[in-house]
């Protein structure tokens, strides 16, 4: 079945460090999204990429690194500078060119102990 | 910059009774709307979408109704279950015939259905 994995499900980064969340999917959409949920909130866009080694920043990009090396992959670097990462993380994926909405995957919650 | 809202942020019914969602949105441009829902620690699922060519479309148990006019989308879910309790999202697409579809979500209403 194709669908989209995020992993992983739970993760926990201390003071400093870089933590990298990963996206993988197996639509052969061209288009990948990173957001943001926080606790009663909507998702407001970190990164997205239309093609592959090409990305564009969102709303929030401030703190957060992305890579496209692959059509299915589409990982987030959560780096030390983003001062407030713990959040719900949902990558998503889609067609180019028209409308079909987004697929999402099941999440990452991040939480800095 | 464009936003989309809803009205409620919470919306408790009995289990059985019809269920409606409000969502205002401001860009008149958009074209495509969508509506999810999403359960506790997952990832957001469709429910169902609506070009701006039409004014209601219908799906199982859900109907979605667009108003152009006043730039408002609601959500109907007929005979609401226990599993449809969760945070249902409205979000919209501006017309685009290239590139990425950049959705913008709405806050969110939780539906809670009670036994």
């Known amino acids: 079945d194709g669908g989209i994995t995020q992993s992983p499900k739970y993760l926990f980064r201390k003071e400093g460090q870089n933590v990298t969340l990963s996206c993988e999917q197996n639509l052969n959409h061209d288009a990948m999204y990173w957001y943001r949920q926080d606790p009663g909130q909507g998702l407001r866009l970190i990164y997205y990429s239309q093609i592959v080694n090409d990305f564009q920043k969102g709303d929030i990009a401030e703190g957060y690194s992305v890579s496209r090396e692959k059509k299915e992959s589409f990982p987030l670097t959560v780096t030390s500078a983003q001062k407030n990462p713990t959040a719900f993380y949902l990558c998503a994926s889609s067609i180019i060119g028209g409308h079909d909405g987004y697929t999402f995957g099941s999440g990452t919650r991040l939480t800095v102990v | 910059g464009e936003s989309v809202g809803l009205h409620l942020p919470t919306l408790s019914v009995q289990e059985g009774d019809n269920s409606i969602i409000n969502c205002a949105y401001s860009?008149?441009?958009?074209?495509?709307f969508i509506w999810y829902k999403q359960e506790s620690g997952k990832g957001p699922q469709f429910i169902i979408d609506i070009r701006s060519n039409m004014d209601k479309r219908q799906g199982q148990r859900v109907t979605v109704l667009l108003n152009k006019t006043v730039k408002h989308l609601s959500l109907q879910i007929a005979a609401t279950q226990p599993g449809d309790s969760a945070v249902y999202f409205c979000?919209?697409?501006?017309?685009?015939?290239?590139?990425?579809?950049?959705?913008?979500f709405g806050q969110g209403t939780r539906l809670t259905i009670n036994p």
């Open positions: 860009n008149s441009a958009s074209d495509y």
């Open positions: 979000a919209e697409s501006p017309k685009s015939f290239q590139g990425a579809q950049k959705l913008v």
